[in-house]
């Protein structure tokens, strides 16, 4: 893993992940991340690291403002588990998995520099007034499985009822706060809890195979992360495409805190 000093400009592009290259309103989206202007900073003030509210507003002055979501290296709190200065990395590792996969549910993020140095900043998504996870559950089952398998690959230790809601807009399913993700140990603490038991859909386990047989997805997140964090990656894709089922949770290790 870069250690939190990687140039930015070695680990972002101005082209996004395969999923988005034929579409021009992600590439307009994904260049106003890179390059707007941020004229405006403001501190959200809930969290436990440091995550700021930016409007971003074209150079070129042909296209509206824009609002993002800024989490700097510098303001991430330490971490027993995971190293300093390592979650806006994993932020964007899930990012780019969710894309080339075609999964789709983690707004589009970019590395790059600001205010208070270098960070991701992602694509602010308007949510459905008291959106969170148990008040839709019944009505997006699928977007809901892919997103328990995503979860499970890629070991994230953080997703509460709030880091997942529908778009007021989209009425799509959006997944955010991805920064404890793919440790080497296992870490997984999540709210979705309905698919314990059940077969995992040929489609998602199509997903999987690919992290572990396509050396391509590998590559995308091997400058964000540490070796054996990438090779636990795909070992842990083999081991659920193995098996097949959404495994059985527990009360004492899966539950996220402050859920």
Request: net charge negative; glycine share 8%.
């Amino acid at each position: 893993m870069s250690d939190g000093t990687t140039d930015p400009t070695a680990s972002t592009s101005d082209s996004p992940p395969a999923a988005d290259r034929d579409s021009g309103t992600a590439d307009a989206t994904v260049s106003m991340l890179l390059h707007g202007e941020i004229n405006e900073c403001k501190l959200v003030p809930w969290g436990s690291n440091y995550t700021f509210a930016v409007v971003l507003e074209d150079p070129e002055g042909e296209r509206e403002p824009a609002v993002g979501i800024y989490k700097p290296r510098a303001g991430e709190a330490p971490l027993w588990d995971f190293p300093l200065g390592t979650l806006y990395q994993r932020e964007y590792a899930s990012y780019l998995v969710s894309r080339e996969l075609g999964w789709d549910f983690i707004p589009h993020t970019v590395i790059r520099d600001g205010p208070h140095g270098i960070g991701t900043i992602q694509a602010y998504i308007e949510p459905e007034e008291e959106s969170h996870y148990f008040s839709f559950r019944e009505q997006h089952q699928d977007e809901l499985r892919r997103m328990a398998v995503f979860d499970l690959v890629t070991n994230n230790a953080d997703r509460k009822a709030g880091h997942c809601f529908r778009g007021r807009d989209d009425q799509r399913i959006w997944g955010i706060d991805h920064g404890l993700t793919f440790n080497v140990h296992p870490k997984l603490r999540t709210v979705i809890w309905d698919f314990c038991g059940e077969l995992i859909p040929d489609d998602l386990l199509l997903g999987l195979t690919r992290i572990h047989d396509d050396p391509v997805l590998a590559d995308l997140v091997r400058p964000h992360l540490d070796p054996f964090e990438v090779e636990a990656f795909r070992a842990r894709a083999a081991r659920i495409v193995e098996l097949a089922i959404f495994p059985q949770l527990s009360s004492r290790r899966n539950i996220p805190y402050g859920w």
